[in-house]
């Protein structure tokens, strides 16, 4: 158990701060130390990146508190680890008495090496146990009317040397380990009485009812285990003693010895070979990658293991002179019983996204002077040192502009936090973890010590995936604007609100993510939703479709990725059909190369109200603006049996946030309007058209309208009035048709909704068209008259049973026919 974690958490509880400290020298082969230095992410220079050389000391009265924190730790470890030996050694009476008789389960011989050891370690345990229980539970005296803490006053270094000293049994039991385990395993295939007695040894929980089921095998590794954290215990506890204090001394000669116990175990030996699992297979390495660990507040960048059995989170100390490179032990959860959790996207603060623009506009800068002295000679220097920069800077951008969170729990209590800045990979680590505990594979304790020191050789990914560390000029690389509009999708087996989430690689200039907005509860999800990235250095591209549901976490549905071919792609849309499993999208693409320049750090959304709507419809690349549809959608989800729909007005303020939200995100405006009261969405409908800075149908189409009117054969008239509209422009007169078909739809219900098409004319008209007014040709009208106009234009296309279909989005499929892809 890793007591030091255990300490961290608690502390947390208990609302104490905790400052990692520095520690002055750095011993090479204890695998077990911390970080000294926290890579927090910091305001940039003009020249050079900063970041905090030491962390906060803490006041000698908070180490202390930290201190009896860290004991406390510690003695409720030794007690379950009493627990586990007693559970060890609980059989051993009994084998041993049948190794007398006619069938022994195990031989005498057997008996002593397997057993070898175990009692004196027990016992040992036992004796430390019992007297630092004693000392901590001694009440503290009382001084200047406050209660003095134990931890001022309490001495414990001679336990822990007495402890250590006599780690001489250790090296007996690390000695006869590998010939122990080879009986447990010879047996336990041989005799059926002792495979049950194996597979099935139980130790209680201490104060709770409950009960741990172990294997033979898993409870003889607990000891070995066990004396590799030793150095981890004492380094903890000797970092929260102050110099003066009584015990530093017999502390620092504690830990000395026992990093000299651990040093001194042959790398060579047998013990180090795999574990075999109770599942009758070897502990293998399934994945590995690099993620930023979110613990206290800070990001670190970690090589993260998946093993059949258990996740090690891991540093990398990199080769220096002399010495090879290694990796540190961080932390380790166990599969068996792990729950997972994963976040969408978080919204990075204001003060974090200057901080990281100003990052990449000096990558841009340098990637830019690369590119201009790649011809000229003497610039081999330049490029060396101009490249290592670009590293350090992709590295510091790789360690804090991750937003996806991926948490992990363990039913032991233990919890971690990893941050991903691509969900596809998110998505992929969660496969596979999932597959692996649904396996339900027993885990087996690792020794530590042995599986961080072999991540060096076992690692699949060898260093962090860096774009400048391999980027290279690759004509089939893109590098310029990729646009992609998402249509639809298909082969849902129930409704779902589903997004699109795509994702593209390079260089880190760019946002290289984007989502659609959240779709309605629907079997055909549709978005016409168009997304733009400016990529240098793009060769592929990952979409995922994701299902959200209220109160419960988001699911993927399904994922892909496709390489991106500049020879293929060009400035014509191309339509894809992509198989993410049950799930059929289908999207465009397309890419315009051109020289790149830097984004605003301050670009925002442009905004949706009061924009012309051939402004919007063109930066949305739709026909029909999102708000529009979003809101009409919504209405049509929960609003058609709503008594006054349209007429009924929403809250002011609730109708002005919602009109706030989209100005700003496209997706938190649609997040709000899933449970938006029903009366604010058709409000903002409402307000959208009133607040068009040219009405949606064109003033100078007024007069030729109102001529129309008088038209006294119904035919001839709608005839005349589907002509004029044929004049507007396109998003206009879509626009226009959209809303039509859904009022048509409304007053359908108007036995319910009491909103026939007279009532829905009534309140739309005013806001849909206007008299120009003073200085434009034609006769000048009063307000009574231009509202009847008004009215009786809108009523009189709703009554058109023929009405052209609207058309949402642009023609993205003007290339070749669909390709398909299956995934």
């Known amino acids: ?260 116990f651990l040093s001194g175990v042959n790398e060579s030996s047998q013990c180090k070979r795999e574990v075999m699992l109770s599942h009758s297979m070897r502990r293998k390495l399934m994945r590995d990658g690099f993620v930023v660990d979110a613990s206290e507040g800070e990001r670190s960048l970690r090589h993260l293991f998946l093993y059949t059995d258990l996740l090690l989170c891991t540093r990398n100390k990199p080769a220096t002179r002399g010495k090879q490179e290694q990796y540190r032990f961080c932390w380790y959860l166990p599969l068996a019983g792990l729950k997972l959790r994963w976040v969408a996207d978080q919204e990075r603060s204001p003060d974090a996204h200057l901080r990281l623009h100003a990052i990449r506009t000096k990558m841009h800068l340098l990637c830019q002077q690369l590119r201009q002295h790649a011809n000229r000679s003497r610039a081999l220097a330049f490029a060396a040192r101009s490249r290592k920069k670009l590293e350090q800077m992709e590295l510091t951008l790789l360690t804090h502009s991750p937003v996806y969170t991926l948490e992990l729990h363990s039913p032991s209590g233990k919890s971690h936090t990893l941050l991903l800045s691509s969900l596809y990979e998110l998505e992929e680590w969660r496969e596979v973890i999932d597959k692996l505990t649904k396996d339900d594979i027993e885990t087996v304790p690792p020794d530590l010590l042995t599986l961080t020191s072999a991540c060096v050789k076992l690692r699949m ?171 009409v959608e919504e209405v049509e989800r929960r609003g058609l049996d709503e008594v006054g729909i349209y007429r009924v007005s929403g809250t002011t303020s609730d109708i002005g946030t919602l009109k706030n939200a989209f100005n700003s995100s496209l997706r938190e405006a649609v997040t709000r309007l899933r449970s938006a009261d029903v009366n604010v969405v058709s409000g903002v409908l409402k307000l959208y058209f009133r607040e068009l800075p040219e009405p949606l149908l064109p003033t100078k189409m007024f007069h030729s309208l109102a001529r129309t009117l008088e038209i006294q054969d119904m035919n001839c008239r709608l005839v005349s009035m589907l002509s004029l509209l044929q004049s507007c422009p396109e998003p206009n007169r879509h626009t226009f048709l959209y809303l039509l078909h859904h009022l048509q739809r409304v007053s359908k219900m108007q036995d319910v909704n009491k909103m026939s098409l007279m009532n829905l004319a009534t309140v739309f008209g005013p806001s849909l068209l206007r008299h120009p007014g003073l200085g434009h040709d034609g006769p000048t009208m009063d307000i009574s008259r231009e509202v009847v106009v008004q009215v009786q234009v809108v009523f009189c296309y709703l009554q058109c049973n023929n009405l052209p279909e609207a058309q949402t989005s642009l023609p993205h499929d003007t290339d070749a026919e669909d390709e398909t892809t299956h995934v």
């Not at 984004?599 to 924009?611: D, E, G, I, N, Y």
Request: proline residues 5%.
């Open 461 to 631: 990914t060898q260093q962090p995936p860096l774009h400048s560390t391999h980027a290279e000029e690759d004509e089939k690389s893109l590098c310029g604007t990729l646009s992609v509009a998402v249509h639809s999708a298909c082969g849902l087996q129930q409704p779902a609100s589903l997004y699109v989430c795509v994702e593209v690689d390079g260089y880190e200039f760019y946002d290289k993510q984007a989502q659609t907005h959240s779709s309605v509860h629907s079997l055909n999800p549709h978005w016409d939703q168009e997304l733009c990235f400016q990529v240098d250095g793009a060769q592929d591209l990952r979409v995922l479709c994701v299902s959200q549901s209220d109160g419960q976490d988001d699911t993927v549905l399904g994922k892909a990725s496709l390489k991106l071919d500049s020879k293929v792609l060009n400035k014509r849309w191309r339509r894809r059909t992509l198989h993410l499993g049950q799930v059929e999208v289908t999207l465009s693409l397309k890419y315009c190369p051109h020289p790149l320049q830097l984004s605003s750090a301050t670009a925002q959304q442009q905004p949706v109200f009061c924009v012309p709507i051939e402004t919007l419809s063109r930066h949305e690349g739709v026909l029909v603006p999102h708000v529009v549809r979003c809101c």
């Open 1 to 260: 158990m890793d007591v030091y974690q255990e300490a961290l958490r608690y502390l947390e509880s208990q609302h104490v701060p905790v400052v990692v400290e520095a520690e002055t020298e750095a011993l090479e082969e204890d695998v077990f130390q911390e970080e000294a230095v926290s890579c927090l992410l910091s305001p940039l220079l003009p020249e050079s990146l900063d970041f905090p050389d030491t962390p906060t000391l803490c006041s000698p009265k908070e180490m202390l508190e930290r201190r009896l924190v860290v004991l406390k730790g510690i003695l409720e470890t030794e007690e379950v680890y009493l627990r586990e030996l007693e559970t060890l050694l609980m059989p051993m009476k009994a084998l041993r008495a049948s190794a007398g008789t006619s069938q022994p389960v195990l031989s005498g011989r057997q008996v002593q090496t397997v057993f070898y050891q175990v009692p004196e370690i027990r016992d040992m345990h036992q004796s430390f146990y019992s007297g630092l229980k004693a000392r901590l539970t001694e009440p503290g005296p009382e001084q200047d009317g406050e209660m003095n803490y134990a931890g001022f006053n309490l001495v414990v270094g001679d336990l822990f040397l007495k402890m250590v000293n006599q780690f001489g049994l250790y090296g007996g039991f690390i000695g006869n380990y590998v010939e122990a385990v080879e009986v447990v395993r010879k047996c336990t295939h041989s005799d059926p009485r002792f495979r049950t007695l194996a597979q099935s040894m139980m130790s209680s929980n201490g104060s709770s009812k409950t009960r741990t089921k172990y294997t033979f095998e898993a409870l003889l590794y607990k000891p070995l285990d066990r004396v590799t954290k030793t150095t981890l215990v004492l380094h903890d506890l000797l970092k929260t003693t102050p110099e003066e204090h009584g015990d530093y001394t017999f502390l620092q000669e504690a830990l000395r010895l026992s990093r000299s």
